[in-house]
Every structure is written in C-alpha cells, then in structure tokens.
C-alpha cells in the first residue's frame, strides 16, 4: 500500500525541542518530494517547505526559514521536521504530504502529527 | 506572495443540490490551482489539479474550471460525503499558498 505514516502525537513544554518524521511506504521514496504543512486548529493549511530524498535539496517558506528544520533519511523512507526551542504558538497539526515536483500537487497526505506546546 | 481568497467561506446545501465554490489568486497564475477536500479529522485529500483535471479516483461530479486569477469548484450532486471543507492551493511559485477553505454544511 502506498501510504506516509506519521509519528504520534506530542505534548511538549516551551523551550523543549522536537523531531517528528514521516515514512512513506510503498513507493519509490527518493524520487519524490515530501512537504510539510502546518494547519492550527480551526484554521486553514499552510506550506512550510519541501525536501527532495535523492539529495536533500529543500525549499522552504520564508515564513517557516530558521524556525524549524526539514530533513530526510533516505536509507530508511523518513523526512522529519524539527524545532530546537518549541513555543506555545508551534501548538498544531503537522502534515507531511508527496509531491513529483516543488510545483505539484499534493498527491498523498500523511495522517497528521498534533504537537501540543504548553506549560 | 500569492495571496489565495475562496468564497463563500461556507454554505448550507441539500444532496443533490448543484454546488460552486470559487477561488481567486492575487496574481495571474495560468492554471496552476489546485483543489483538496479534507473531512474532520482527516488529512486533506485531492480533487482536481491544474485548474480542471480530475485526480485519480474522484468521483466526476467534482469538476473544476478557470484560469489566471478566477477559479471555480463544481460538485454536481451533492452526496453526503461531500459535507466537508474544500481548499484552493496555487502551484505557480513558492511559498505554496492555500486559500482560506470553504465549509459545506447540510441545510
């Protein structure tokens, strides 16, 4: 089954740091870009970056830059997204989805990490 | 960057009922818009890509149309599983932007 499969939820304190990951299954993991999309709750979704496997080239938001890192082990089909010193406005669901291309659509979606920051 | 407005931001509608949900860009984005459906607690799922082309699997009541900065959503039809929260998505140029979704509630 062709499918992303997400780490599991997370409650965290301010300050803290946290990877969560994303591995794909049933496909050619490399030659396809993995995505990371931000939805808080109640609210619509936002793309913070992409990452390409074969070669960990990545493109990410400006408004995501420098707040969390995107990576990938491509030995064993996992991306991940990582913050070093989380804030309580971090609090939301975390979508990894697949893309062909930067440009494309996103053609299989992960089912979602919900990472709670509080104190 | 690419600001995306969908409107409404929700309605009530009937099965059976013929739906329309638009999308504008804030720039000229030829046809790179997408449209993705995600049902709560759900990851969003897509419908149409590159403005008008059915993905894989989707029922052909969803249809979509439009070019530039003018986009269109169209379910023929309503169906109960239909009631859920539609998102435009331009795919024209980094940063990727999602309008603000649209909610389709049962009347």
């Known amino acids: 089954e062709v499918q992303l499969v997400q780490s599991g939820a997370e409650v965290k304190q301010p300050g803290e740091s946290l990877k969560i990951s994303c591995q794909g299954s049933g496909y050619s993991f490399s030659h396809y870009w993995i995505a990371w999309v931000r939805q808080m709750p109640g609210k619509g979704l936002e793309w913070m970056g992409t990452i390409y496997p074969r070669d960990s080239d990545t493109r990410h938001s400006p408004s995501f830059q420098g707040q969390v890192t995107i990576s990938v082990d491509k030995s064993i089909n996992t991306a991940y997204l990582q913050w070093n010193s989380l804030q309580a406005s971090d609090s939301a669901l975390y979508f990894c989805a697949r893309q062909e291309n930067p440009l494309f659509r996103f053609d299989l979606w992960g089912q979602g990490t919900l990472v709670t920051v509080s104190s | 960057d690419i600001q995306m407005t969908q409107s409404p931001s929700s309605l009530s509608a009937s099965a059976g009922d013929r739906v329309s949900i638009t999308c504008r860009a804030s720039q000229n984005i030829g046809t790179y818009l997408n449209w993705y459906q995600q049902k709560p607690g759900e990851a969003p799922k897509v419908l149409i890509y590159?403005?008008?082309n059915l993905q894989s699997g989707v029922p052909s009541r969803f249809s979509g149309s439009g070019s530039g900065t003018d986009f269109t959503l169209t379910i023929n039809s309503l169906q109960p599983e239909d009631f859920a929260t539609y998102f435009c998505?331009?795919?024209?140029?980094?940063?990727?932007?999602f309008g603000g979704g649209t909610k389709v509630e049962i009347k």
């Open positions: 590159a403005s008008s």
């Open positions: 998505q331009q795919s024209d140029r980094t940063p990727l932007t």
